[in-house]
């Protein structure tokens, strides 16, 4: 009782001096379009492997494609990681920043769930009414088999702990990897209060994920990276630095394949984290070259970035709920299955793009809430999404 009473007289409030080794500059606007153009090809290619398991692979099984699609679909993952934590970094030292050198826990948190929340609840009341509409439209034995859901599986992932203590929502696999950067943002937060007490309440938040996700850890390595990533860009780096990160990412990336090619045969969770984790460290070599240049732009892909998160979350229990509806008018007609999944992506990427002008609009969210309190991040860094 002593020692409480000693912290909460004088609690150690973040009031981080960073040296100037370590101080962060914002990205260019040159960068910020080209993480945005990242982030949209990532959602698309995410969205389109699924497509092609869901539609195509079924319909032409001899093409033998499986592994191909896990191998974009899971390294696109990985970039929405590696961005992730980078963009989070870059908004816990704005936070920093525009609050007199001192982290607000209440303003970052606020800020991550407007972020989160609102996507998250749109696909969830999405996700809901197509698991109550294969009832009724779906064979019973394949719905069963795709669409039974509990309200253990739905609760989980609203409060983030699908692949931790609840199993996950089988008709929206995507979810598998919200939940885990969630609770990097709150190690994350945790630990920049500098105050003892939430720092080990972050310490003891990391110990449980490790021991209750097996993804958990290994990913975090990939997250971490990027985070660390935001205190060395915008730097003179030396080139023999840039030749060396440009050899550690195709060395990564070629050291990547063989457990990918393990894995088509195994199917086992170690053999794809080994390849996650090496594309994922890959990617952010890459990455790191791209903001310390001027040179490397990249444009495609930046409009879907508005709606990426939209996107990644409704995107599944879409395809997934058509092609129950078609299965029998398919067959194994492969141009019928690429038309109706382009179709079907089609309306997924114009679903999206329309919800997200509201739930991916944080001006517009924050009137729904009863009080008002002022986002910490500047104008230009509050339009940057953090998560797909």
């Given at each position: 009782?002593?020692?409480?009473?000693?912290?909460?007289?004088?609690?150690?409030?973040?009031?981080?001096?960073?040296?100037?080794?370590?101080?962060?500059?914002?990205?260019?606007?040159?960068?910020?379009?080209?993480?945005d153009a990242?982030?949209?090809?990532?959602?698309?290619?995410?969205?389109?492997?699924?497509?092609?398991?869901?539609?195509?692979?079924?319909?032409?099984?001899?093409?033998?494609?499986?592994?191909?699609?896990?191998?974009?679909?899971?390294?696109?993952?990985?970039?929405?990681?590696?961005?992730?934590?980078?963009?989070?970094?870059?908004s816990?030292?704005?936070?920093?920043?525009?609050n007199?050198?001192?982290f607000?826990?209440?303003?970052?948190?606020?800020?991550?769930?407007?972020?989160?929340?609102?996507?998250?609840?749109?696909?969830?009341?999405?996700?809901?009414?197509?698991?109550?509409?294969?009832?009724?439209?779906?064979?019973?034995?394949f719905?069963t088999?795709?669409?039974?859901?509990?309200?253990?599986?739905?609760?989980?992932?609203?409060?983030?702990?699908n692949?931790?203590?609840?199993?996950?929502?089988?008709?929206?696999?995507?979810?598998?990897?919200?939940?885990?950067?969630?609770?990097?943002?709150?190690?994350?937060?945790l630990l920049?209060?500098?105050?003892?007490?939430?720092?080990?309440?972050?310490?003891?938040?990391?110990?449980?994920?490790f021991?209750?996700?097996?993804?958990?850890?290994?990913?975090?390595?990939?997250?971490?990276?990027?985070f660390?990533?935001?205190?060395?860009?915008?730097?003179?780096?030396?080139?023999?630095?840039?030749?060396?990160?440009?050899?550690?990412?195709?060395?990564?990336?070629?050291?990547?394949?063989?457990?990918?090619?393990?894995?088509?045969?195994?199917?086992k969770?170690?053999?794809?984290?080994?390849?996650?984790?090496?594309?994922?460290?890959?990617?952010?070599?890459a990455?790191?070259?791209?903001?310390?240049?001027?040179?490397?732009?990249?444009?495609?892909?930046?409009?879907?970035a508005?709606?990426?998160?939209?996107?990644?979350?409704?995107?599944?229990?879409?395809?997934?709920?058509?092609?129950?509806l078609?299965?029998?008018?398919?067959?194994?007609?492969?141009?019928?299955?690429?038309?109706?999944?382009?179709?079907?992506?089609?309306?997924?990427?114009?679903l999206?793009?329309?919800?997200?002008?509201?739930?991916?609009n944080q001006?517009?969210?924050?009137?729904?809430?009863?009080?008002?309190?002022p986002?910490?991040f500047?104008?230009r860094?509050?339009?940057?999404?953090?998560?797909?």
């Amino acid at each position: 009782m002593r020692a409480w009473a000693v912290f909460r007289r004088y609690p150690l409030t973040c009031n981080l001096t960073i040296p100037a080794v370590c101080k962060m500059r914002s990205p260019q606007n040159h960068h910020f379009d080209t993480l945005d153009a990242l982030r949209g090809c990532a959602a698309l290619v995410v969205a389109l492997a699924h497509g092609l398991h869901i539609f195509v692979e079924p319909a032409a099984p001899d093409l033998k494609i499986n592994t191909y699609i896990a191998g974009f679909a899971q390294a696109s993952v990985m970039v929405f990681f590696v961005l992730s934590g980078f963009l989070i970094g870059t908004s816990i030292q704005n936070n920093i920043k525009n609050n007199s050198r001192a982290f607000s826990l209440a303003q970052y948190a606020r800020s991550r769930a407007l972020r989160i929340y609102p996507p998250l609840l749109l696909a969830t009341l999405l996700t809901v009414l197509i698991i109550e509409a294969s009832w009724a439209f779906v064979p019973k034995e394949f719905a069963t088999r795709a669409f039974q859901t509990t309200y253990q599986q739905i609760f989980g992932s609203l409060f983030f702990l699908n692949g931790f203590f609840t199993p996950g929502v089988r008709i929206n696999g995507p979810l598998w990897s919200l939940s885990i950067e969630v609770w990097y943002y709150a190690v994350a937060g945790l630990l920049f209060t500098a105050r003892p007490f939430l720092m080990l309440i972050g310490v003891l938040l990391f110990w449980i994920g490790f021991q209750s996700n097996p993804f958990f850890y290994p990913y975090s390595q990939v997250w971490a990276a990027g985070f660390a990533l935001c205190f060395v860009q915008g730097r003179n780096i030396h080139r023999i630095i840039k030749w060396a990160a440009l050899l550690a990412s195709i060395s990564l990336a070629f050291h990547a394949l063989d457990p990918l090619t393990t894995f088509a045969t195994t199917k086992k969770n170690d053999d794809i984290i080994q390849y996650n984790v090496r594309i994922g460290l890959a990617f952010t070599f890459a990455l790191f070259l791209m903001i310390n240049s001027n040179r490397i732009k990249i444009h495609i892909g930046k409009q879907a970035a508005t709606f990426s998160y939209t996107l990644y979350l409704i995107h599944f229990p879409v395809l997934m709920f058509t092609h129950s509806l078609m299965r029998s008018h398919l067959g194994n007609g492969l141009v019928t299955a690429t038309t109706v999944m382009l179709c079907v992506l089609a309306a997924c990427v114009l679903l999206s793009k329309f919800a997200s002008t509201y739930v991916e609009n944080q001006h517009w969210s924050s009137k729904i809430i009863a009080y008002k309190m002022p986002l910490p991040f500047t104008r230009r860094i509050s339009s940057r999404n953090e998560t797909p």
